[in-house]
């Protein structure tokens, strides 16, 4: 199923953790509102998206629940085929190894990169540490196609184009710095100061549409 | 100025710091696109967003920096006077401390709660640690408004509720658990796993937007 977005991509996610987490004591079928009350969305969005998806449920009985996994992994799946590295294996970058290798998710971690040999060739969190020189030949054996962007603001352009050079297709950009890539490149960026700004602003002048009861 | 989205606030933070890293030397003015260039935006979302601000340029001068910084920090500085806490100290959260410590922000990181008595009444990153039991109070003495909550995904809601009670009115959650807050307090959240996914699926199918030159 091509052109799904980011968001409801997202969505799909926290559905198919929902259904994993759903005590079935039995239960061969869940209801669109169950789903919806665990993850504190509305009942309409669930069904509208699993609409998309071309699942289909009845209002009697909501929807076959093994079935609508099955739909979830068609789209979400694909992505354990992706390889993951951390570029930048420094306190942050250590911490997100750390966190992903203990989560349950489809992604394989693969490995890292770091310039300070004292860091490289040794394993953090159950994740091989690389040295950045080794970047284009480690990316190229272990197909890595994701990467998760650790290292300092200045930088994040020039390991970011070498990464795209040697094949990786999405970037996950911790840098804070503004990067240019070709368009075809995904990119989508965390930056904690600038989301603690926004939450600063908002919990001062809380928007109209969510005083009415619908999140920012 | 009320009314403003956590977009136009997000990009906001990004041209005050591109003000702050501008080689001024002598220049008392600055155009708009030099602006959209180092940030990797378009020249006319700049100028759109500054008029937003009430800031007037001309087009033989561009912007004159030092007022344009005196209106991006009447919205952006009401900022410094938000106390953030950090809840959960583990290895994520202590690393967020570390990278927060030492950034460059309005926030003033007040403190961290733990329900790990080791980690607690001692200094991390230069931020003091307390027991998770003395959140209320410690909450109500320093003022704190913004939390960052690092804790386990079954303990997020529980937390969120005592924060929220005890005076928080915004909070960025990396506990992947749906929080189930007031419409009023101002709530982000992020999701390693799932901006992962997002990144995996946007990869195998670029959408026509993006491929015609706008990023998703």
């Known amino acids: ?11 799909l996610v926290r559905y198919r953790r929902s259904l994993h987490a759903f005590p079935s004591a039995g239960r061969t079928h869940i209801y669109s509102h ?21 699942t289909r449920g009845t209002p009697s009985r909501g929807y076959e629940i093994l079935g609508l996994l099955r739909d ?3 789209i979400l799946k694909p992505a354990a085929a992706h390889a993951v590295a951390v570029v930048g ?3 942050l970058g250590r911490a997100l190894m750390a966190t992903l290798h203990s989560s349950p998710t489809d992604m394989r971690i693969s490995c ?17 540490c690389h040295r950045v020189e080794a970047l284009e030949q480690v990316v190229a054996q272990e197909r890595i196609t994701i990467a998760i962007l650790c290292v300092p ?4 352009q020039g390991v ?22 070709p368009k075809t490149i995904a990119l989508d960026e965390i930056d904690i100061n600038i989301k603690l700004a926004k939450l600063a602003y908002l919990s001062l002048h809380p928007p109209e549409d969510r005083r009415n009861g619908r999140r920012a």
């Open 72 to 74: 979830l992994d068609r």
């Open 1 to 11: 199923v091509p052109g799904l977005s980011g968001k409801i991509i997202g969505r």
């Open 34 to 54: 169950e789903i919806a009350e665990t993850l504190v969305i509305a009942d309409s969005q669930v069904r509208r998206d699993l609409r998309t998806l071309g």
């Open 112 to 128: 890292a990169f770091d310039v300070n040999p004292v860091k490289c060739d040794r394993i953090h969190a159950g994740i091989k």
């Open 160 to 181: 970011a184009e070498r990464l795209v050079r040697a094949g990786v297709r999405g970037i996950l950009d911790f840098s804070s710095a503004p990067l240019s890539l």
């Open 153 to 156: 603001a200045a930088a994040a």
């Open 89 to 91: 294996a420094g306190r």
